[in-house]
């Protein structure tokens, strides 16, 4: 029953994923003889269908056709080692596995947080000492924390700035380019403005990612997520040509 809900969910993902980058012409070429044979429809329906998967189930969700929504549970959350000393790995995440090399994946989230450290957002888990989370966190009636995650070889950084705390809505845009990633945010879900990009030593193969929700502390609230889409990388190439801007040769 569990797996027949979660093909469903394929109906709310749009678009078609199609890398960009490395070697294009290549990838071009295999991508429309893909699409001469298969709808983008029947395409997407496929790649979740393999890949749409729980890590940390949590108790209460739901899926919908135009709908996912987390009810998170108390003490639940990411982070490994630095500064700290404990490490937490038990946050639910729903996750699709990829080989693709690039493209980009945008979902919106709305929530109704209220606890030290609410949060939800866009995830992806390799494995408990290797994985990236980006979120708002919630912090009191005044501010929040717009922030990331990065988790390489079993350490975490942490990076945030504040905003205002009626902030109840955001969107997300993950892109990947081989091993290296970039995170956007927009509060419209036109104007996407830089989060960070970042590493992930292990993230050269097949990654899995999706989105995630946590209440650290003994709290509980209700994450939705919406409008998901794959697409076409919308993280341009580096190009010194265009920006001016030479450096020294890779070593």
């Not at 403005?193 to 992930?200: A, V």
């Amino acid at each position: 029953m569990q797996k027949e809900v979660l093909v469903l969910s394929a109906l709310m993902l749009t678009g078609t994923l199609i890398s960009c980058g490395g070697n294009q012409q290549q990838n071009k070429k295999e991508i429309k003889q893909e699409m001469i044979t298969e709808s983008s429809d029947t395409i997407m329906k496929k790649f979740i269908k393999e890949n749409l998967y729980w890590i940390h189930k949590p108790k209460l969700y739901s899926i919908t056709d135009s709908v996912i929504t987390i009810e998170t549970e108390p003490n639940t959350d990411l982070w490994q080692r630095t500064y700290y000393g404990f490490s937490n790995d038990n946050a639910p995440i729903l996750q699709m596995k990829t080989a693709r090399k690039y493209f980009s994946f945008t979902v919106k989230t709305s929530f109704n947080s209220s606890a030290l450290f609410d949060q939800c957002g866009i995830a992806i888990y390799l494995d408990s000492d290797n994985w990236m989370k980006a979120s708002i966190e919630y912090e009191n009636e005044e501010y929040q924390r717009l922030g990331s995650v990065v988790t390489n070889n079993g350490y975490s950084d942490w990076a945030t700035h504040d905003i205002p705390s009626s902030i109840r809505e955001i969107w997300y845009r993950l892109s990947r380019r081989e091993s290296d990633y970039y995170i956007e945010t927009s509060l419209d879900g036109i104007n996407f403005k830089q989060m960070r990009s970042f590493h992930l030593f292990h993230g050269d193969g097949e990654i899995s990612f999706g989105i995630y929700a946590a209440s650290p502390v003994d709290h509980s609230f209700t994450a939705k997520f919406t409008e998901m889409k794959m697409e076409d990388c919308k993280w341009e190439a580096w190009s010194s040509e265009k920006t001016g801007f030479n450096q020294t040769t890779k070593k």
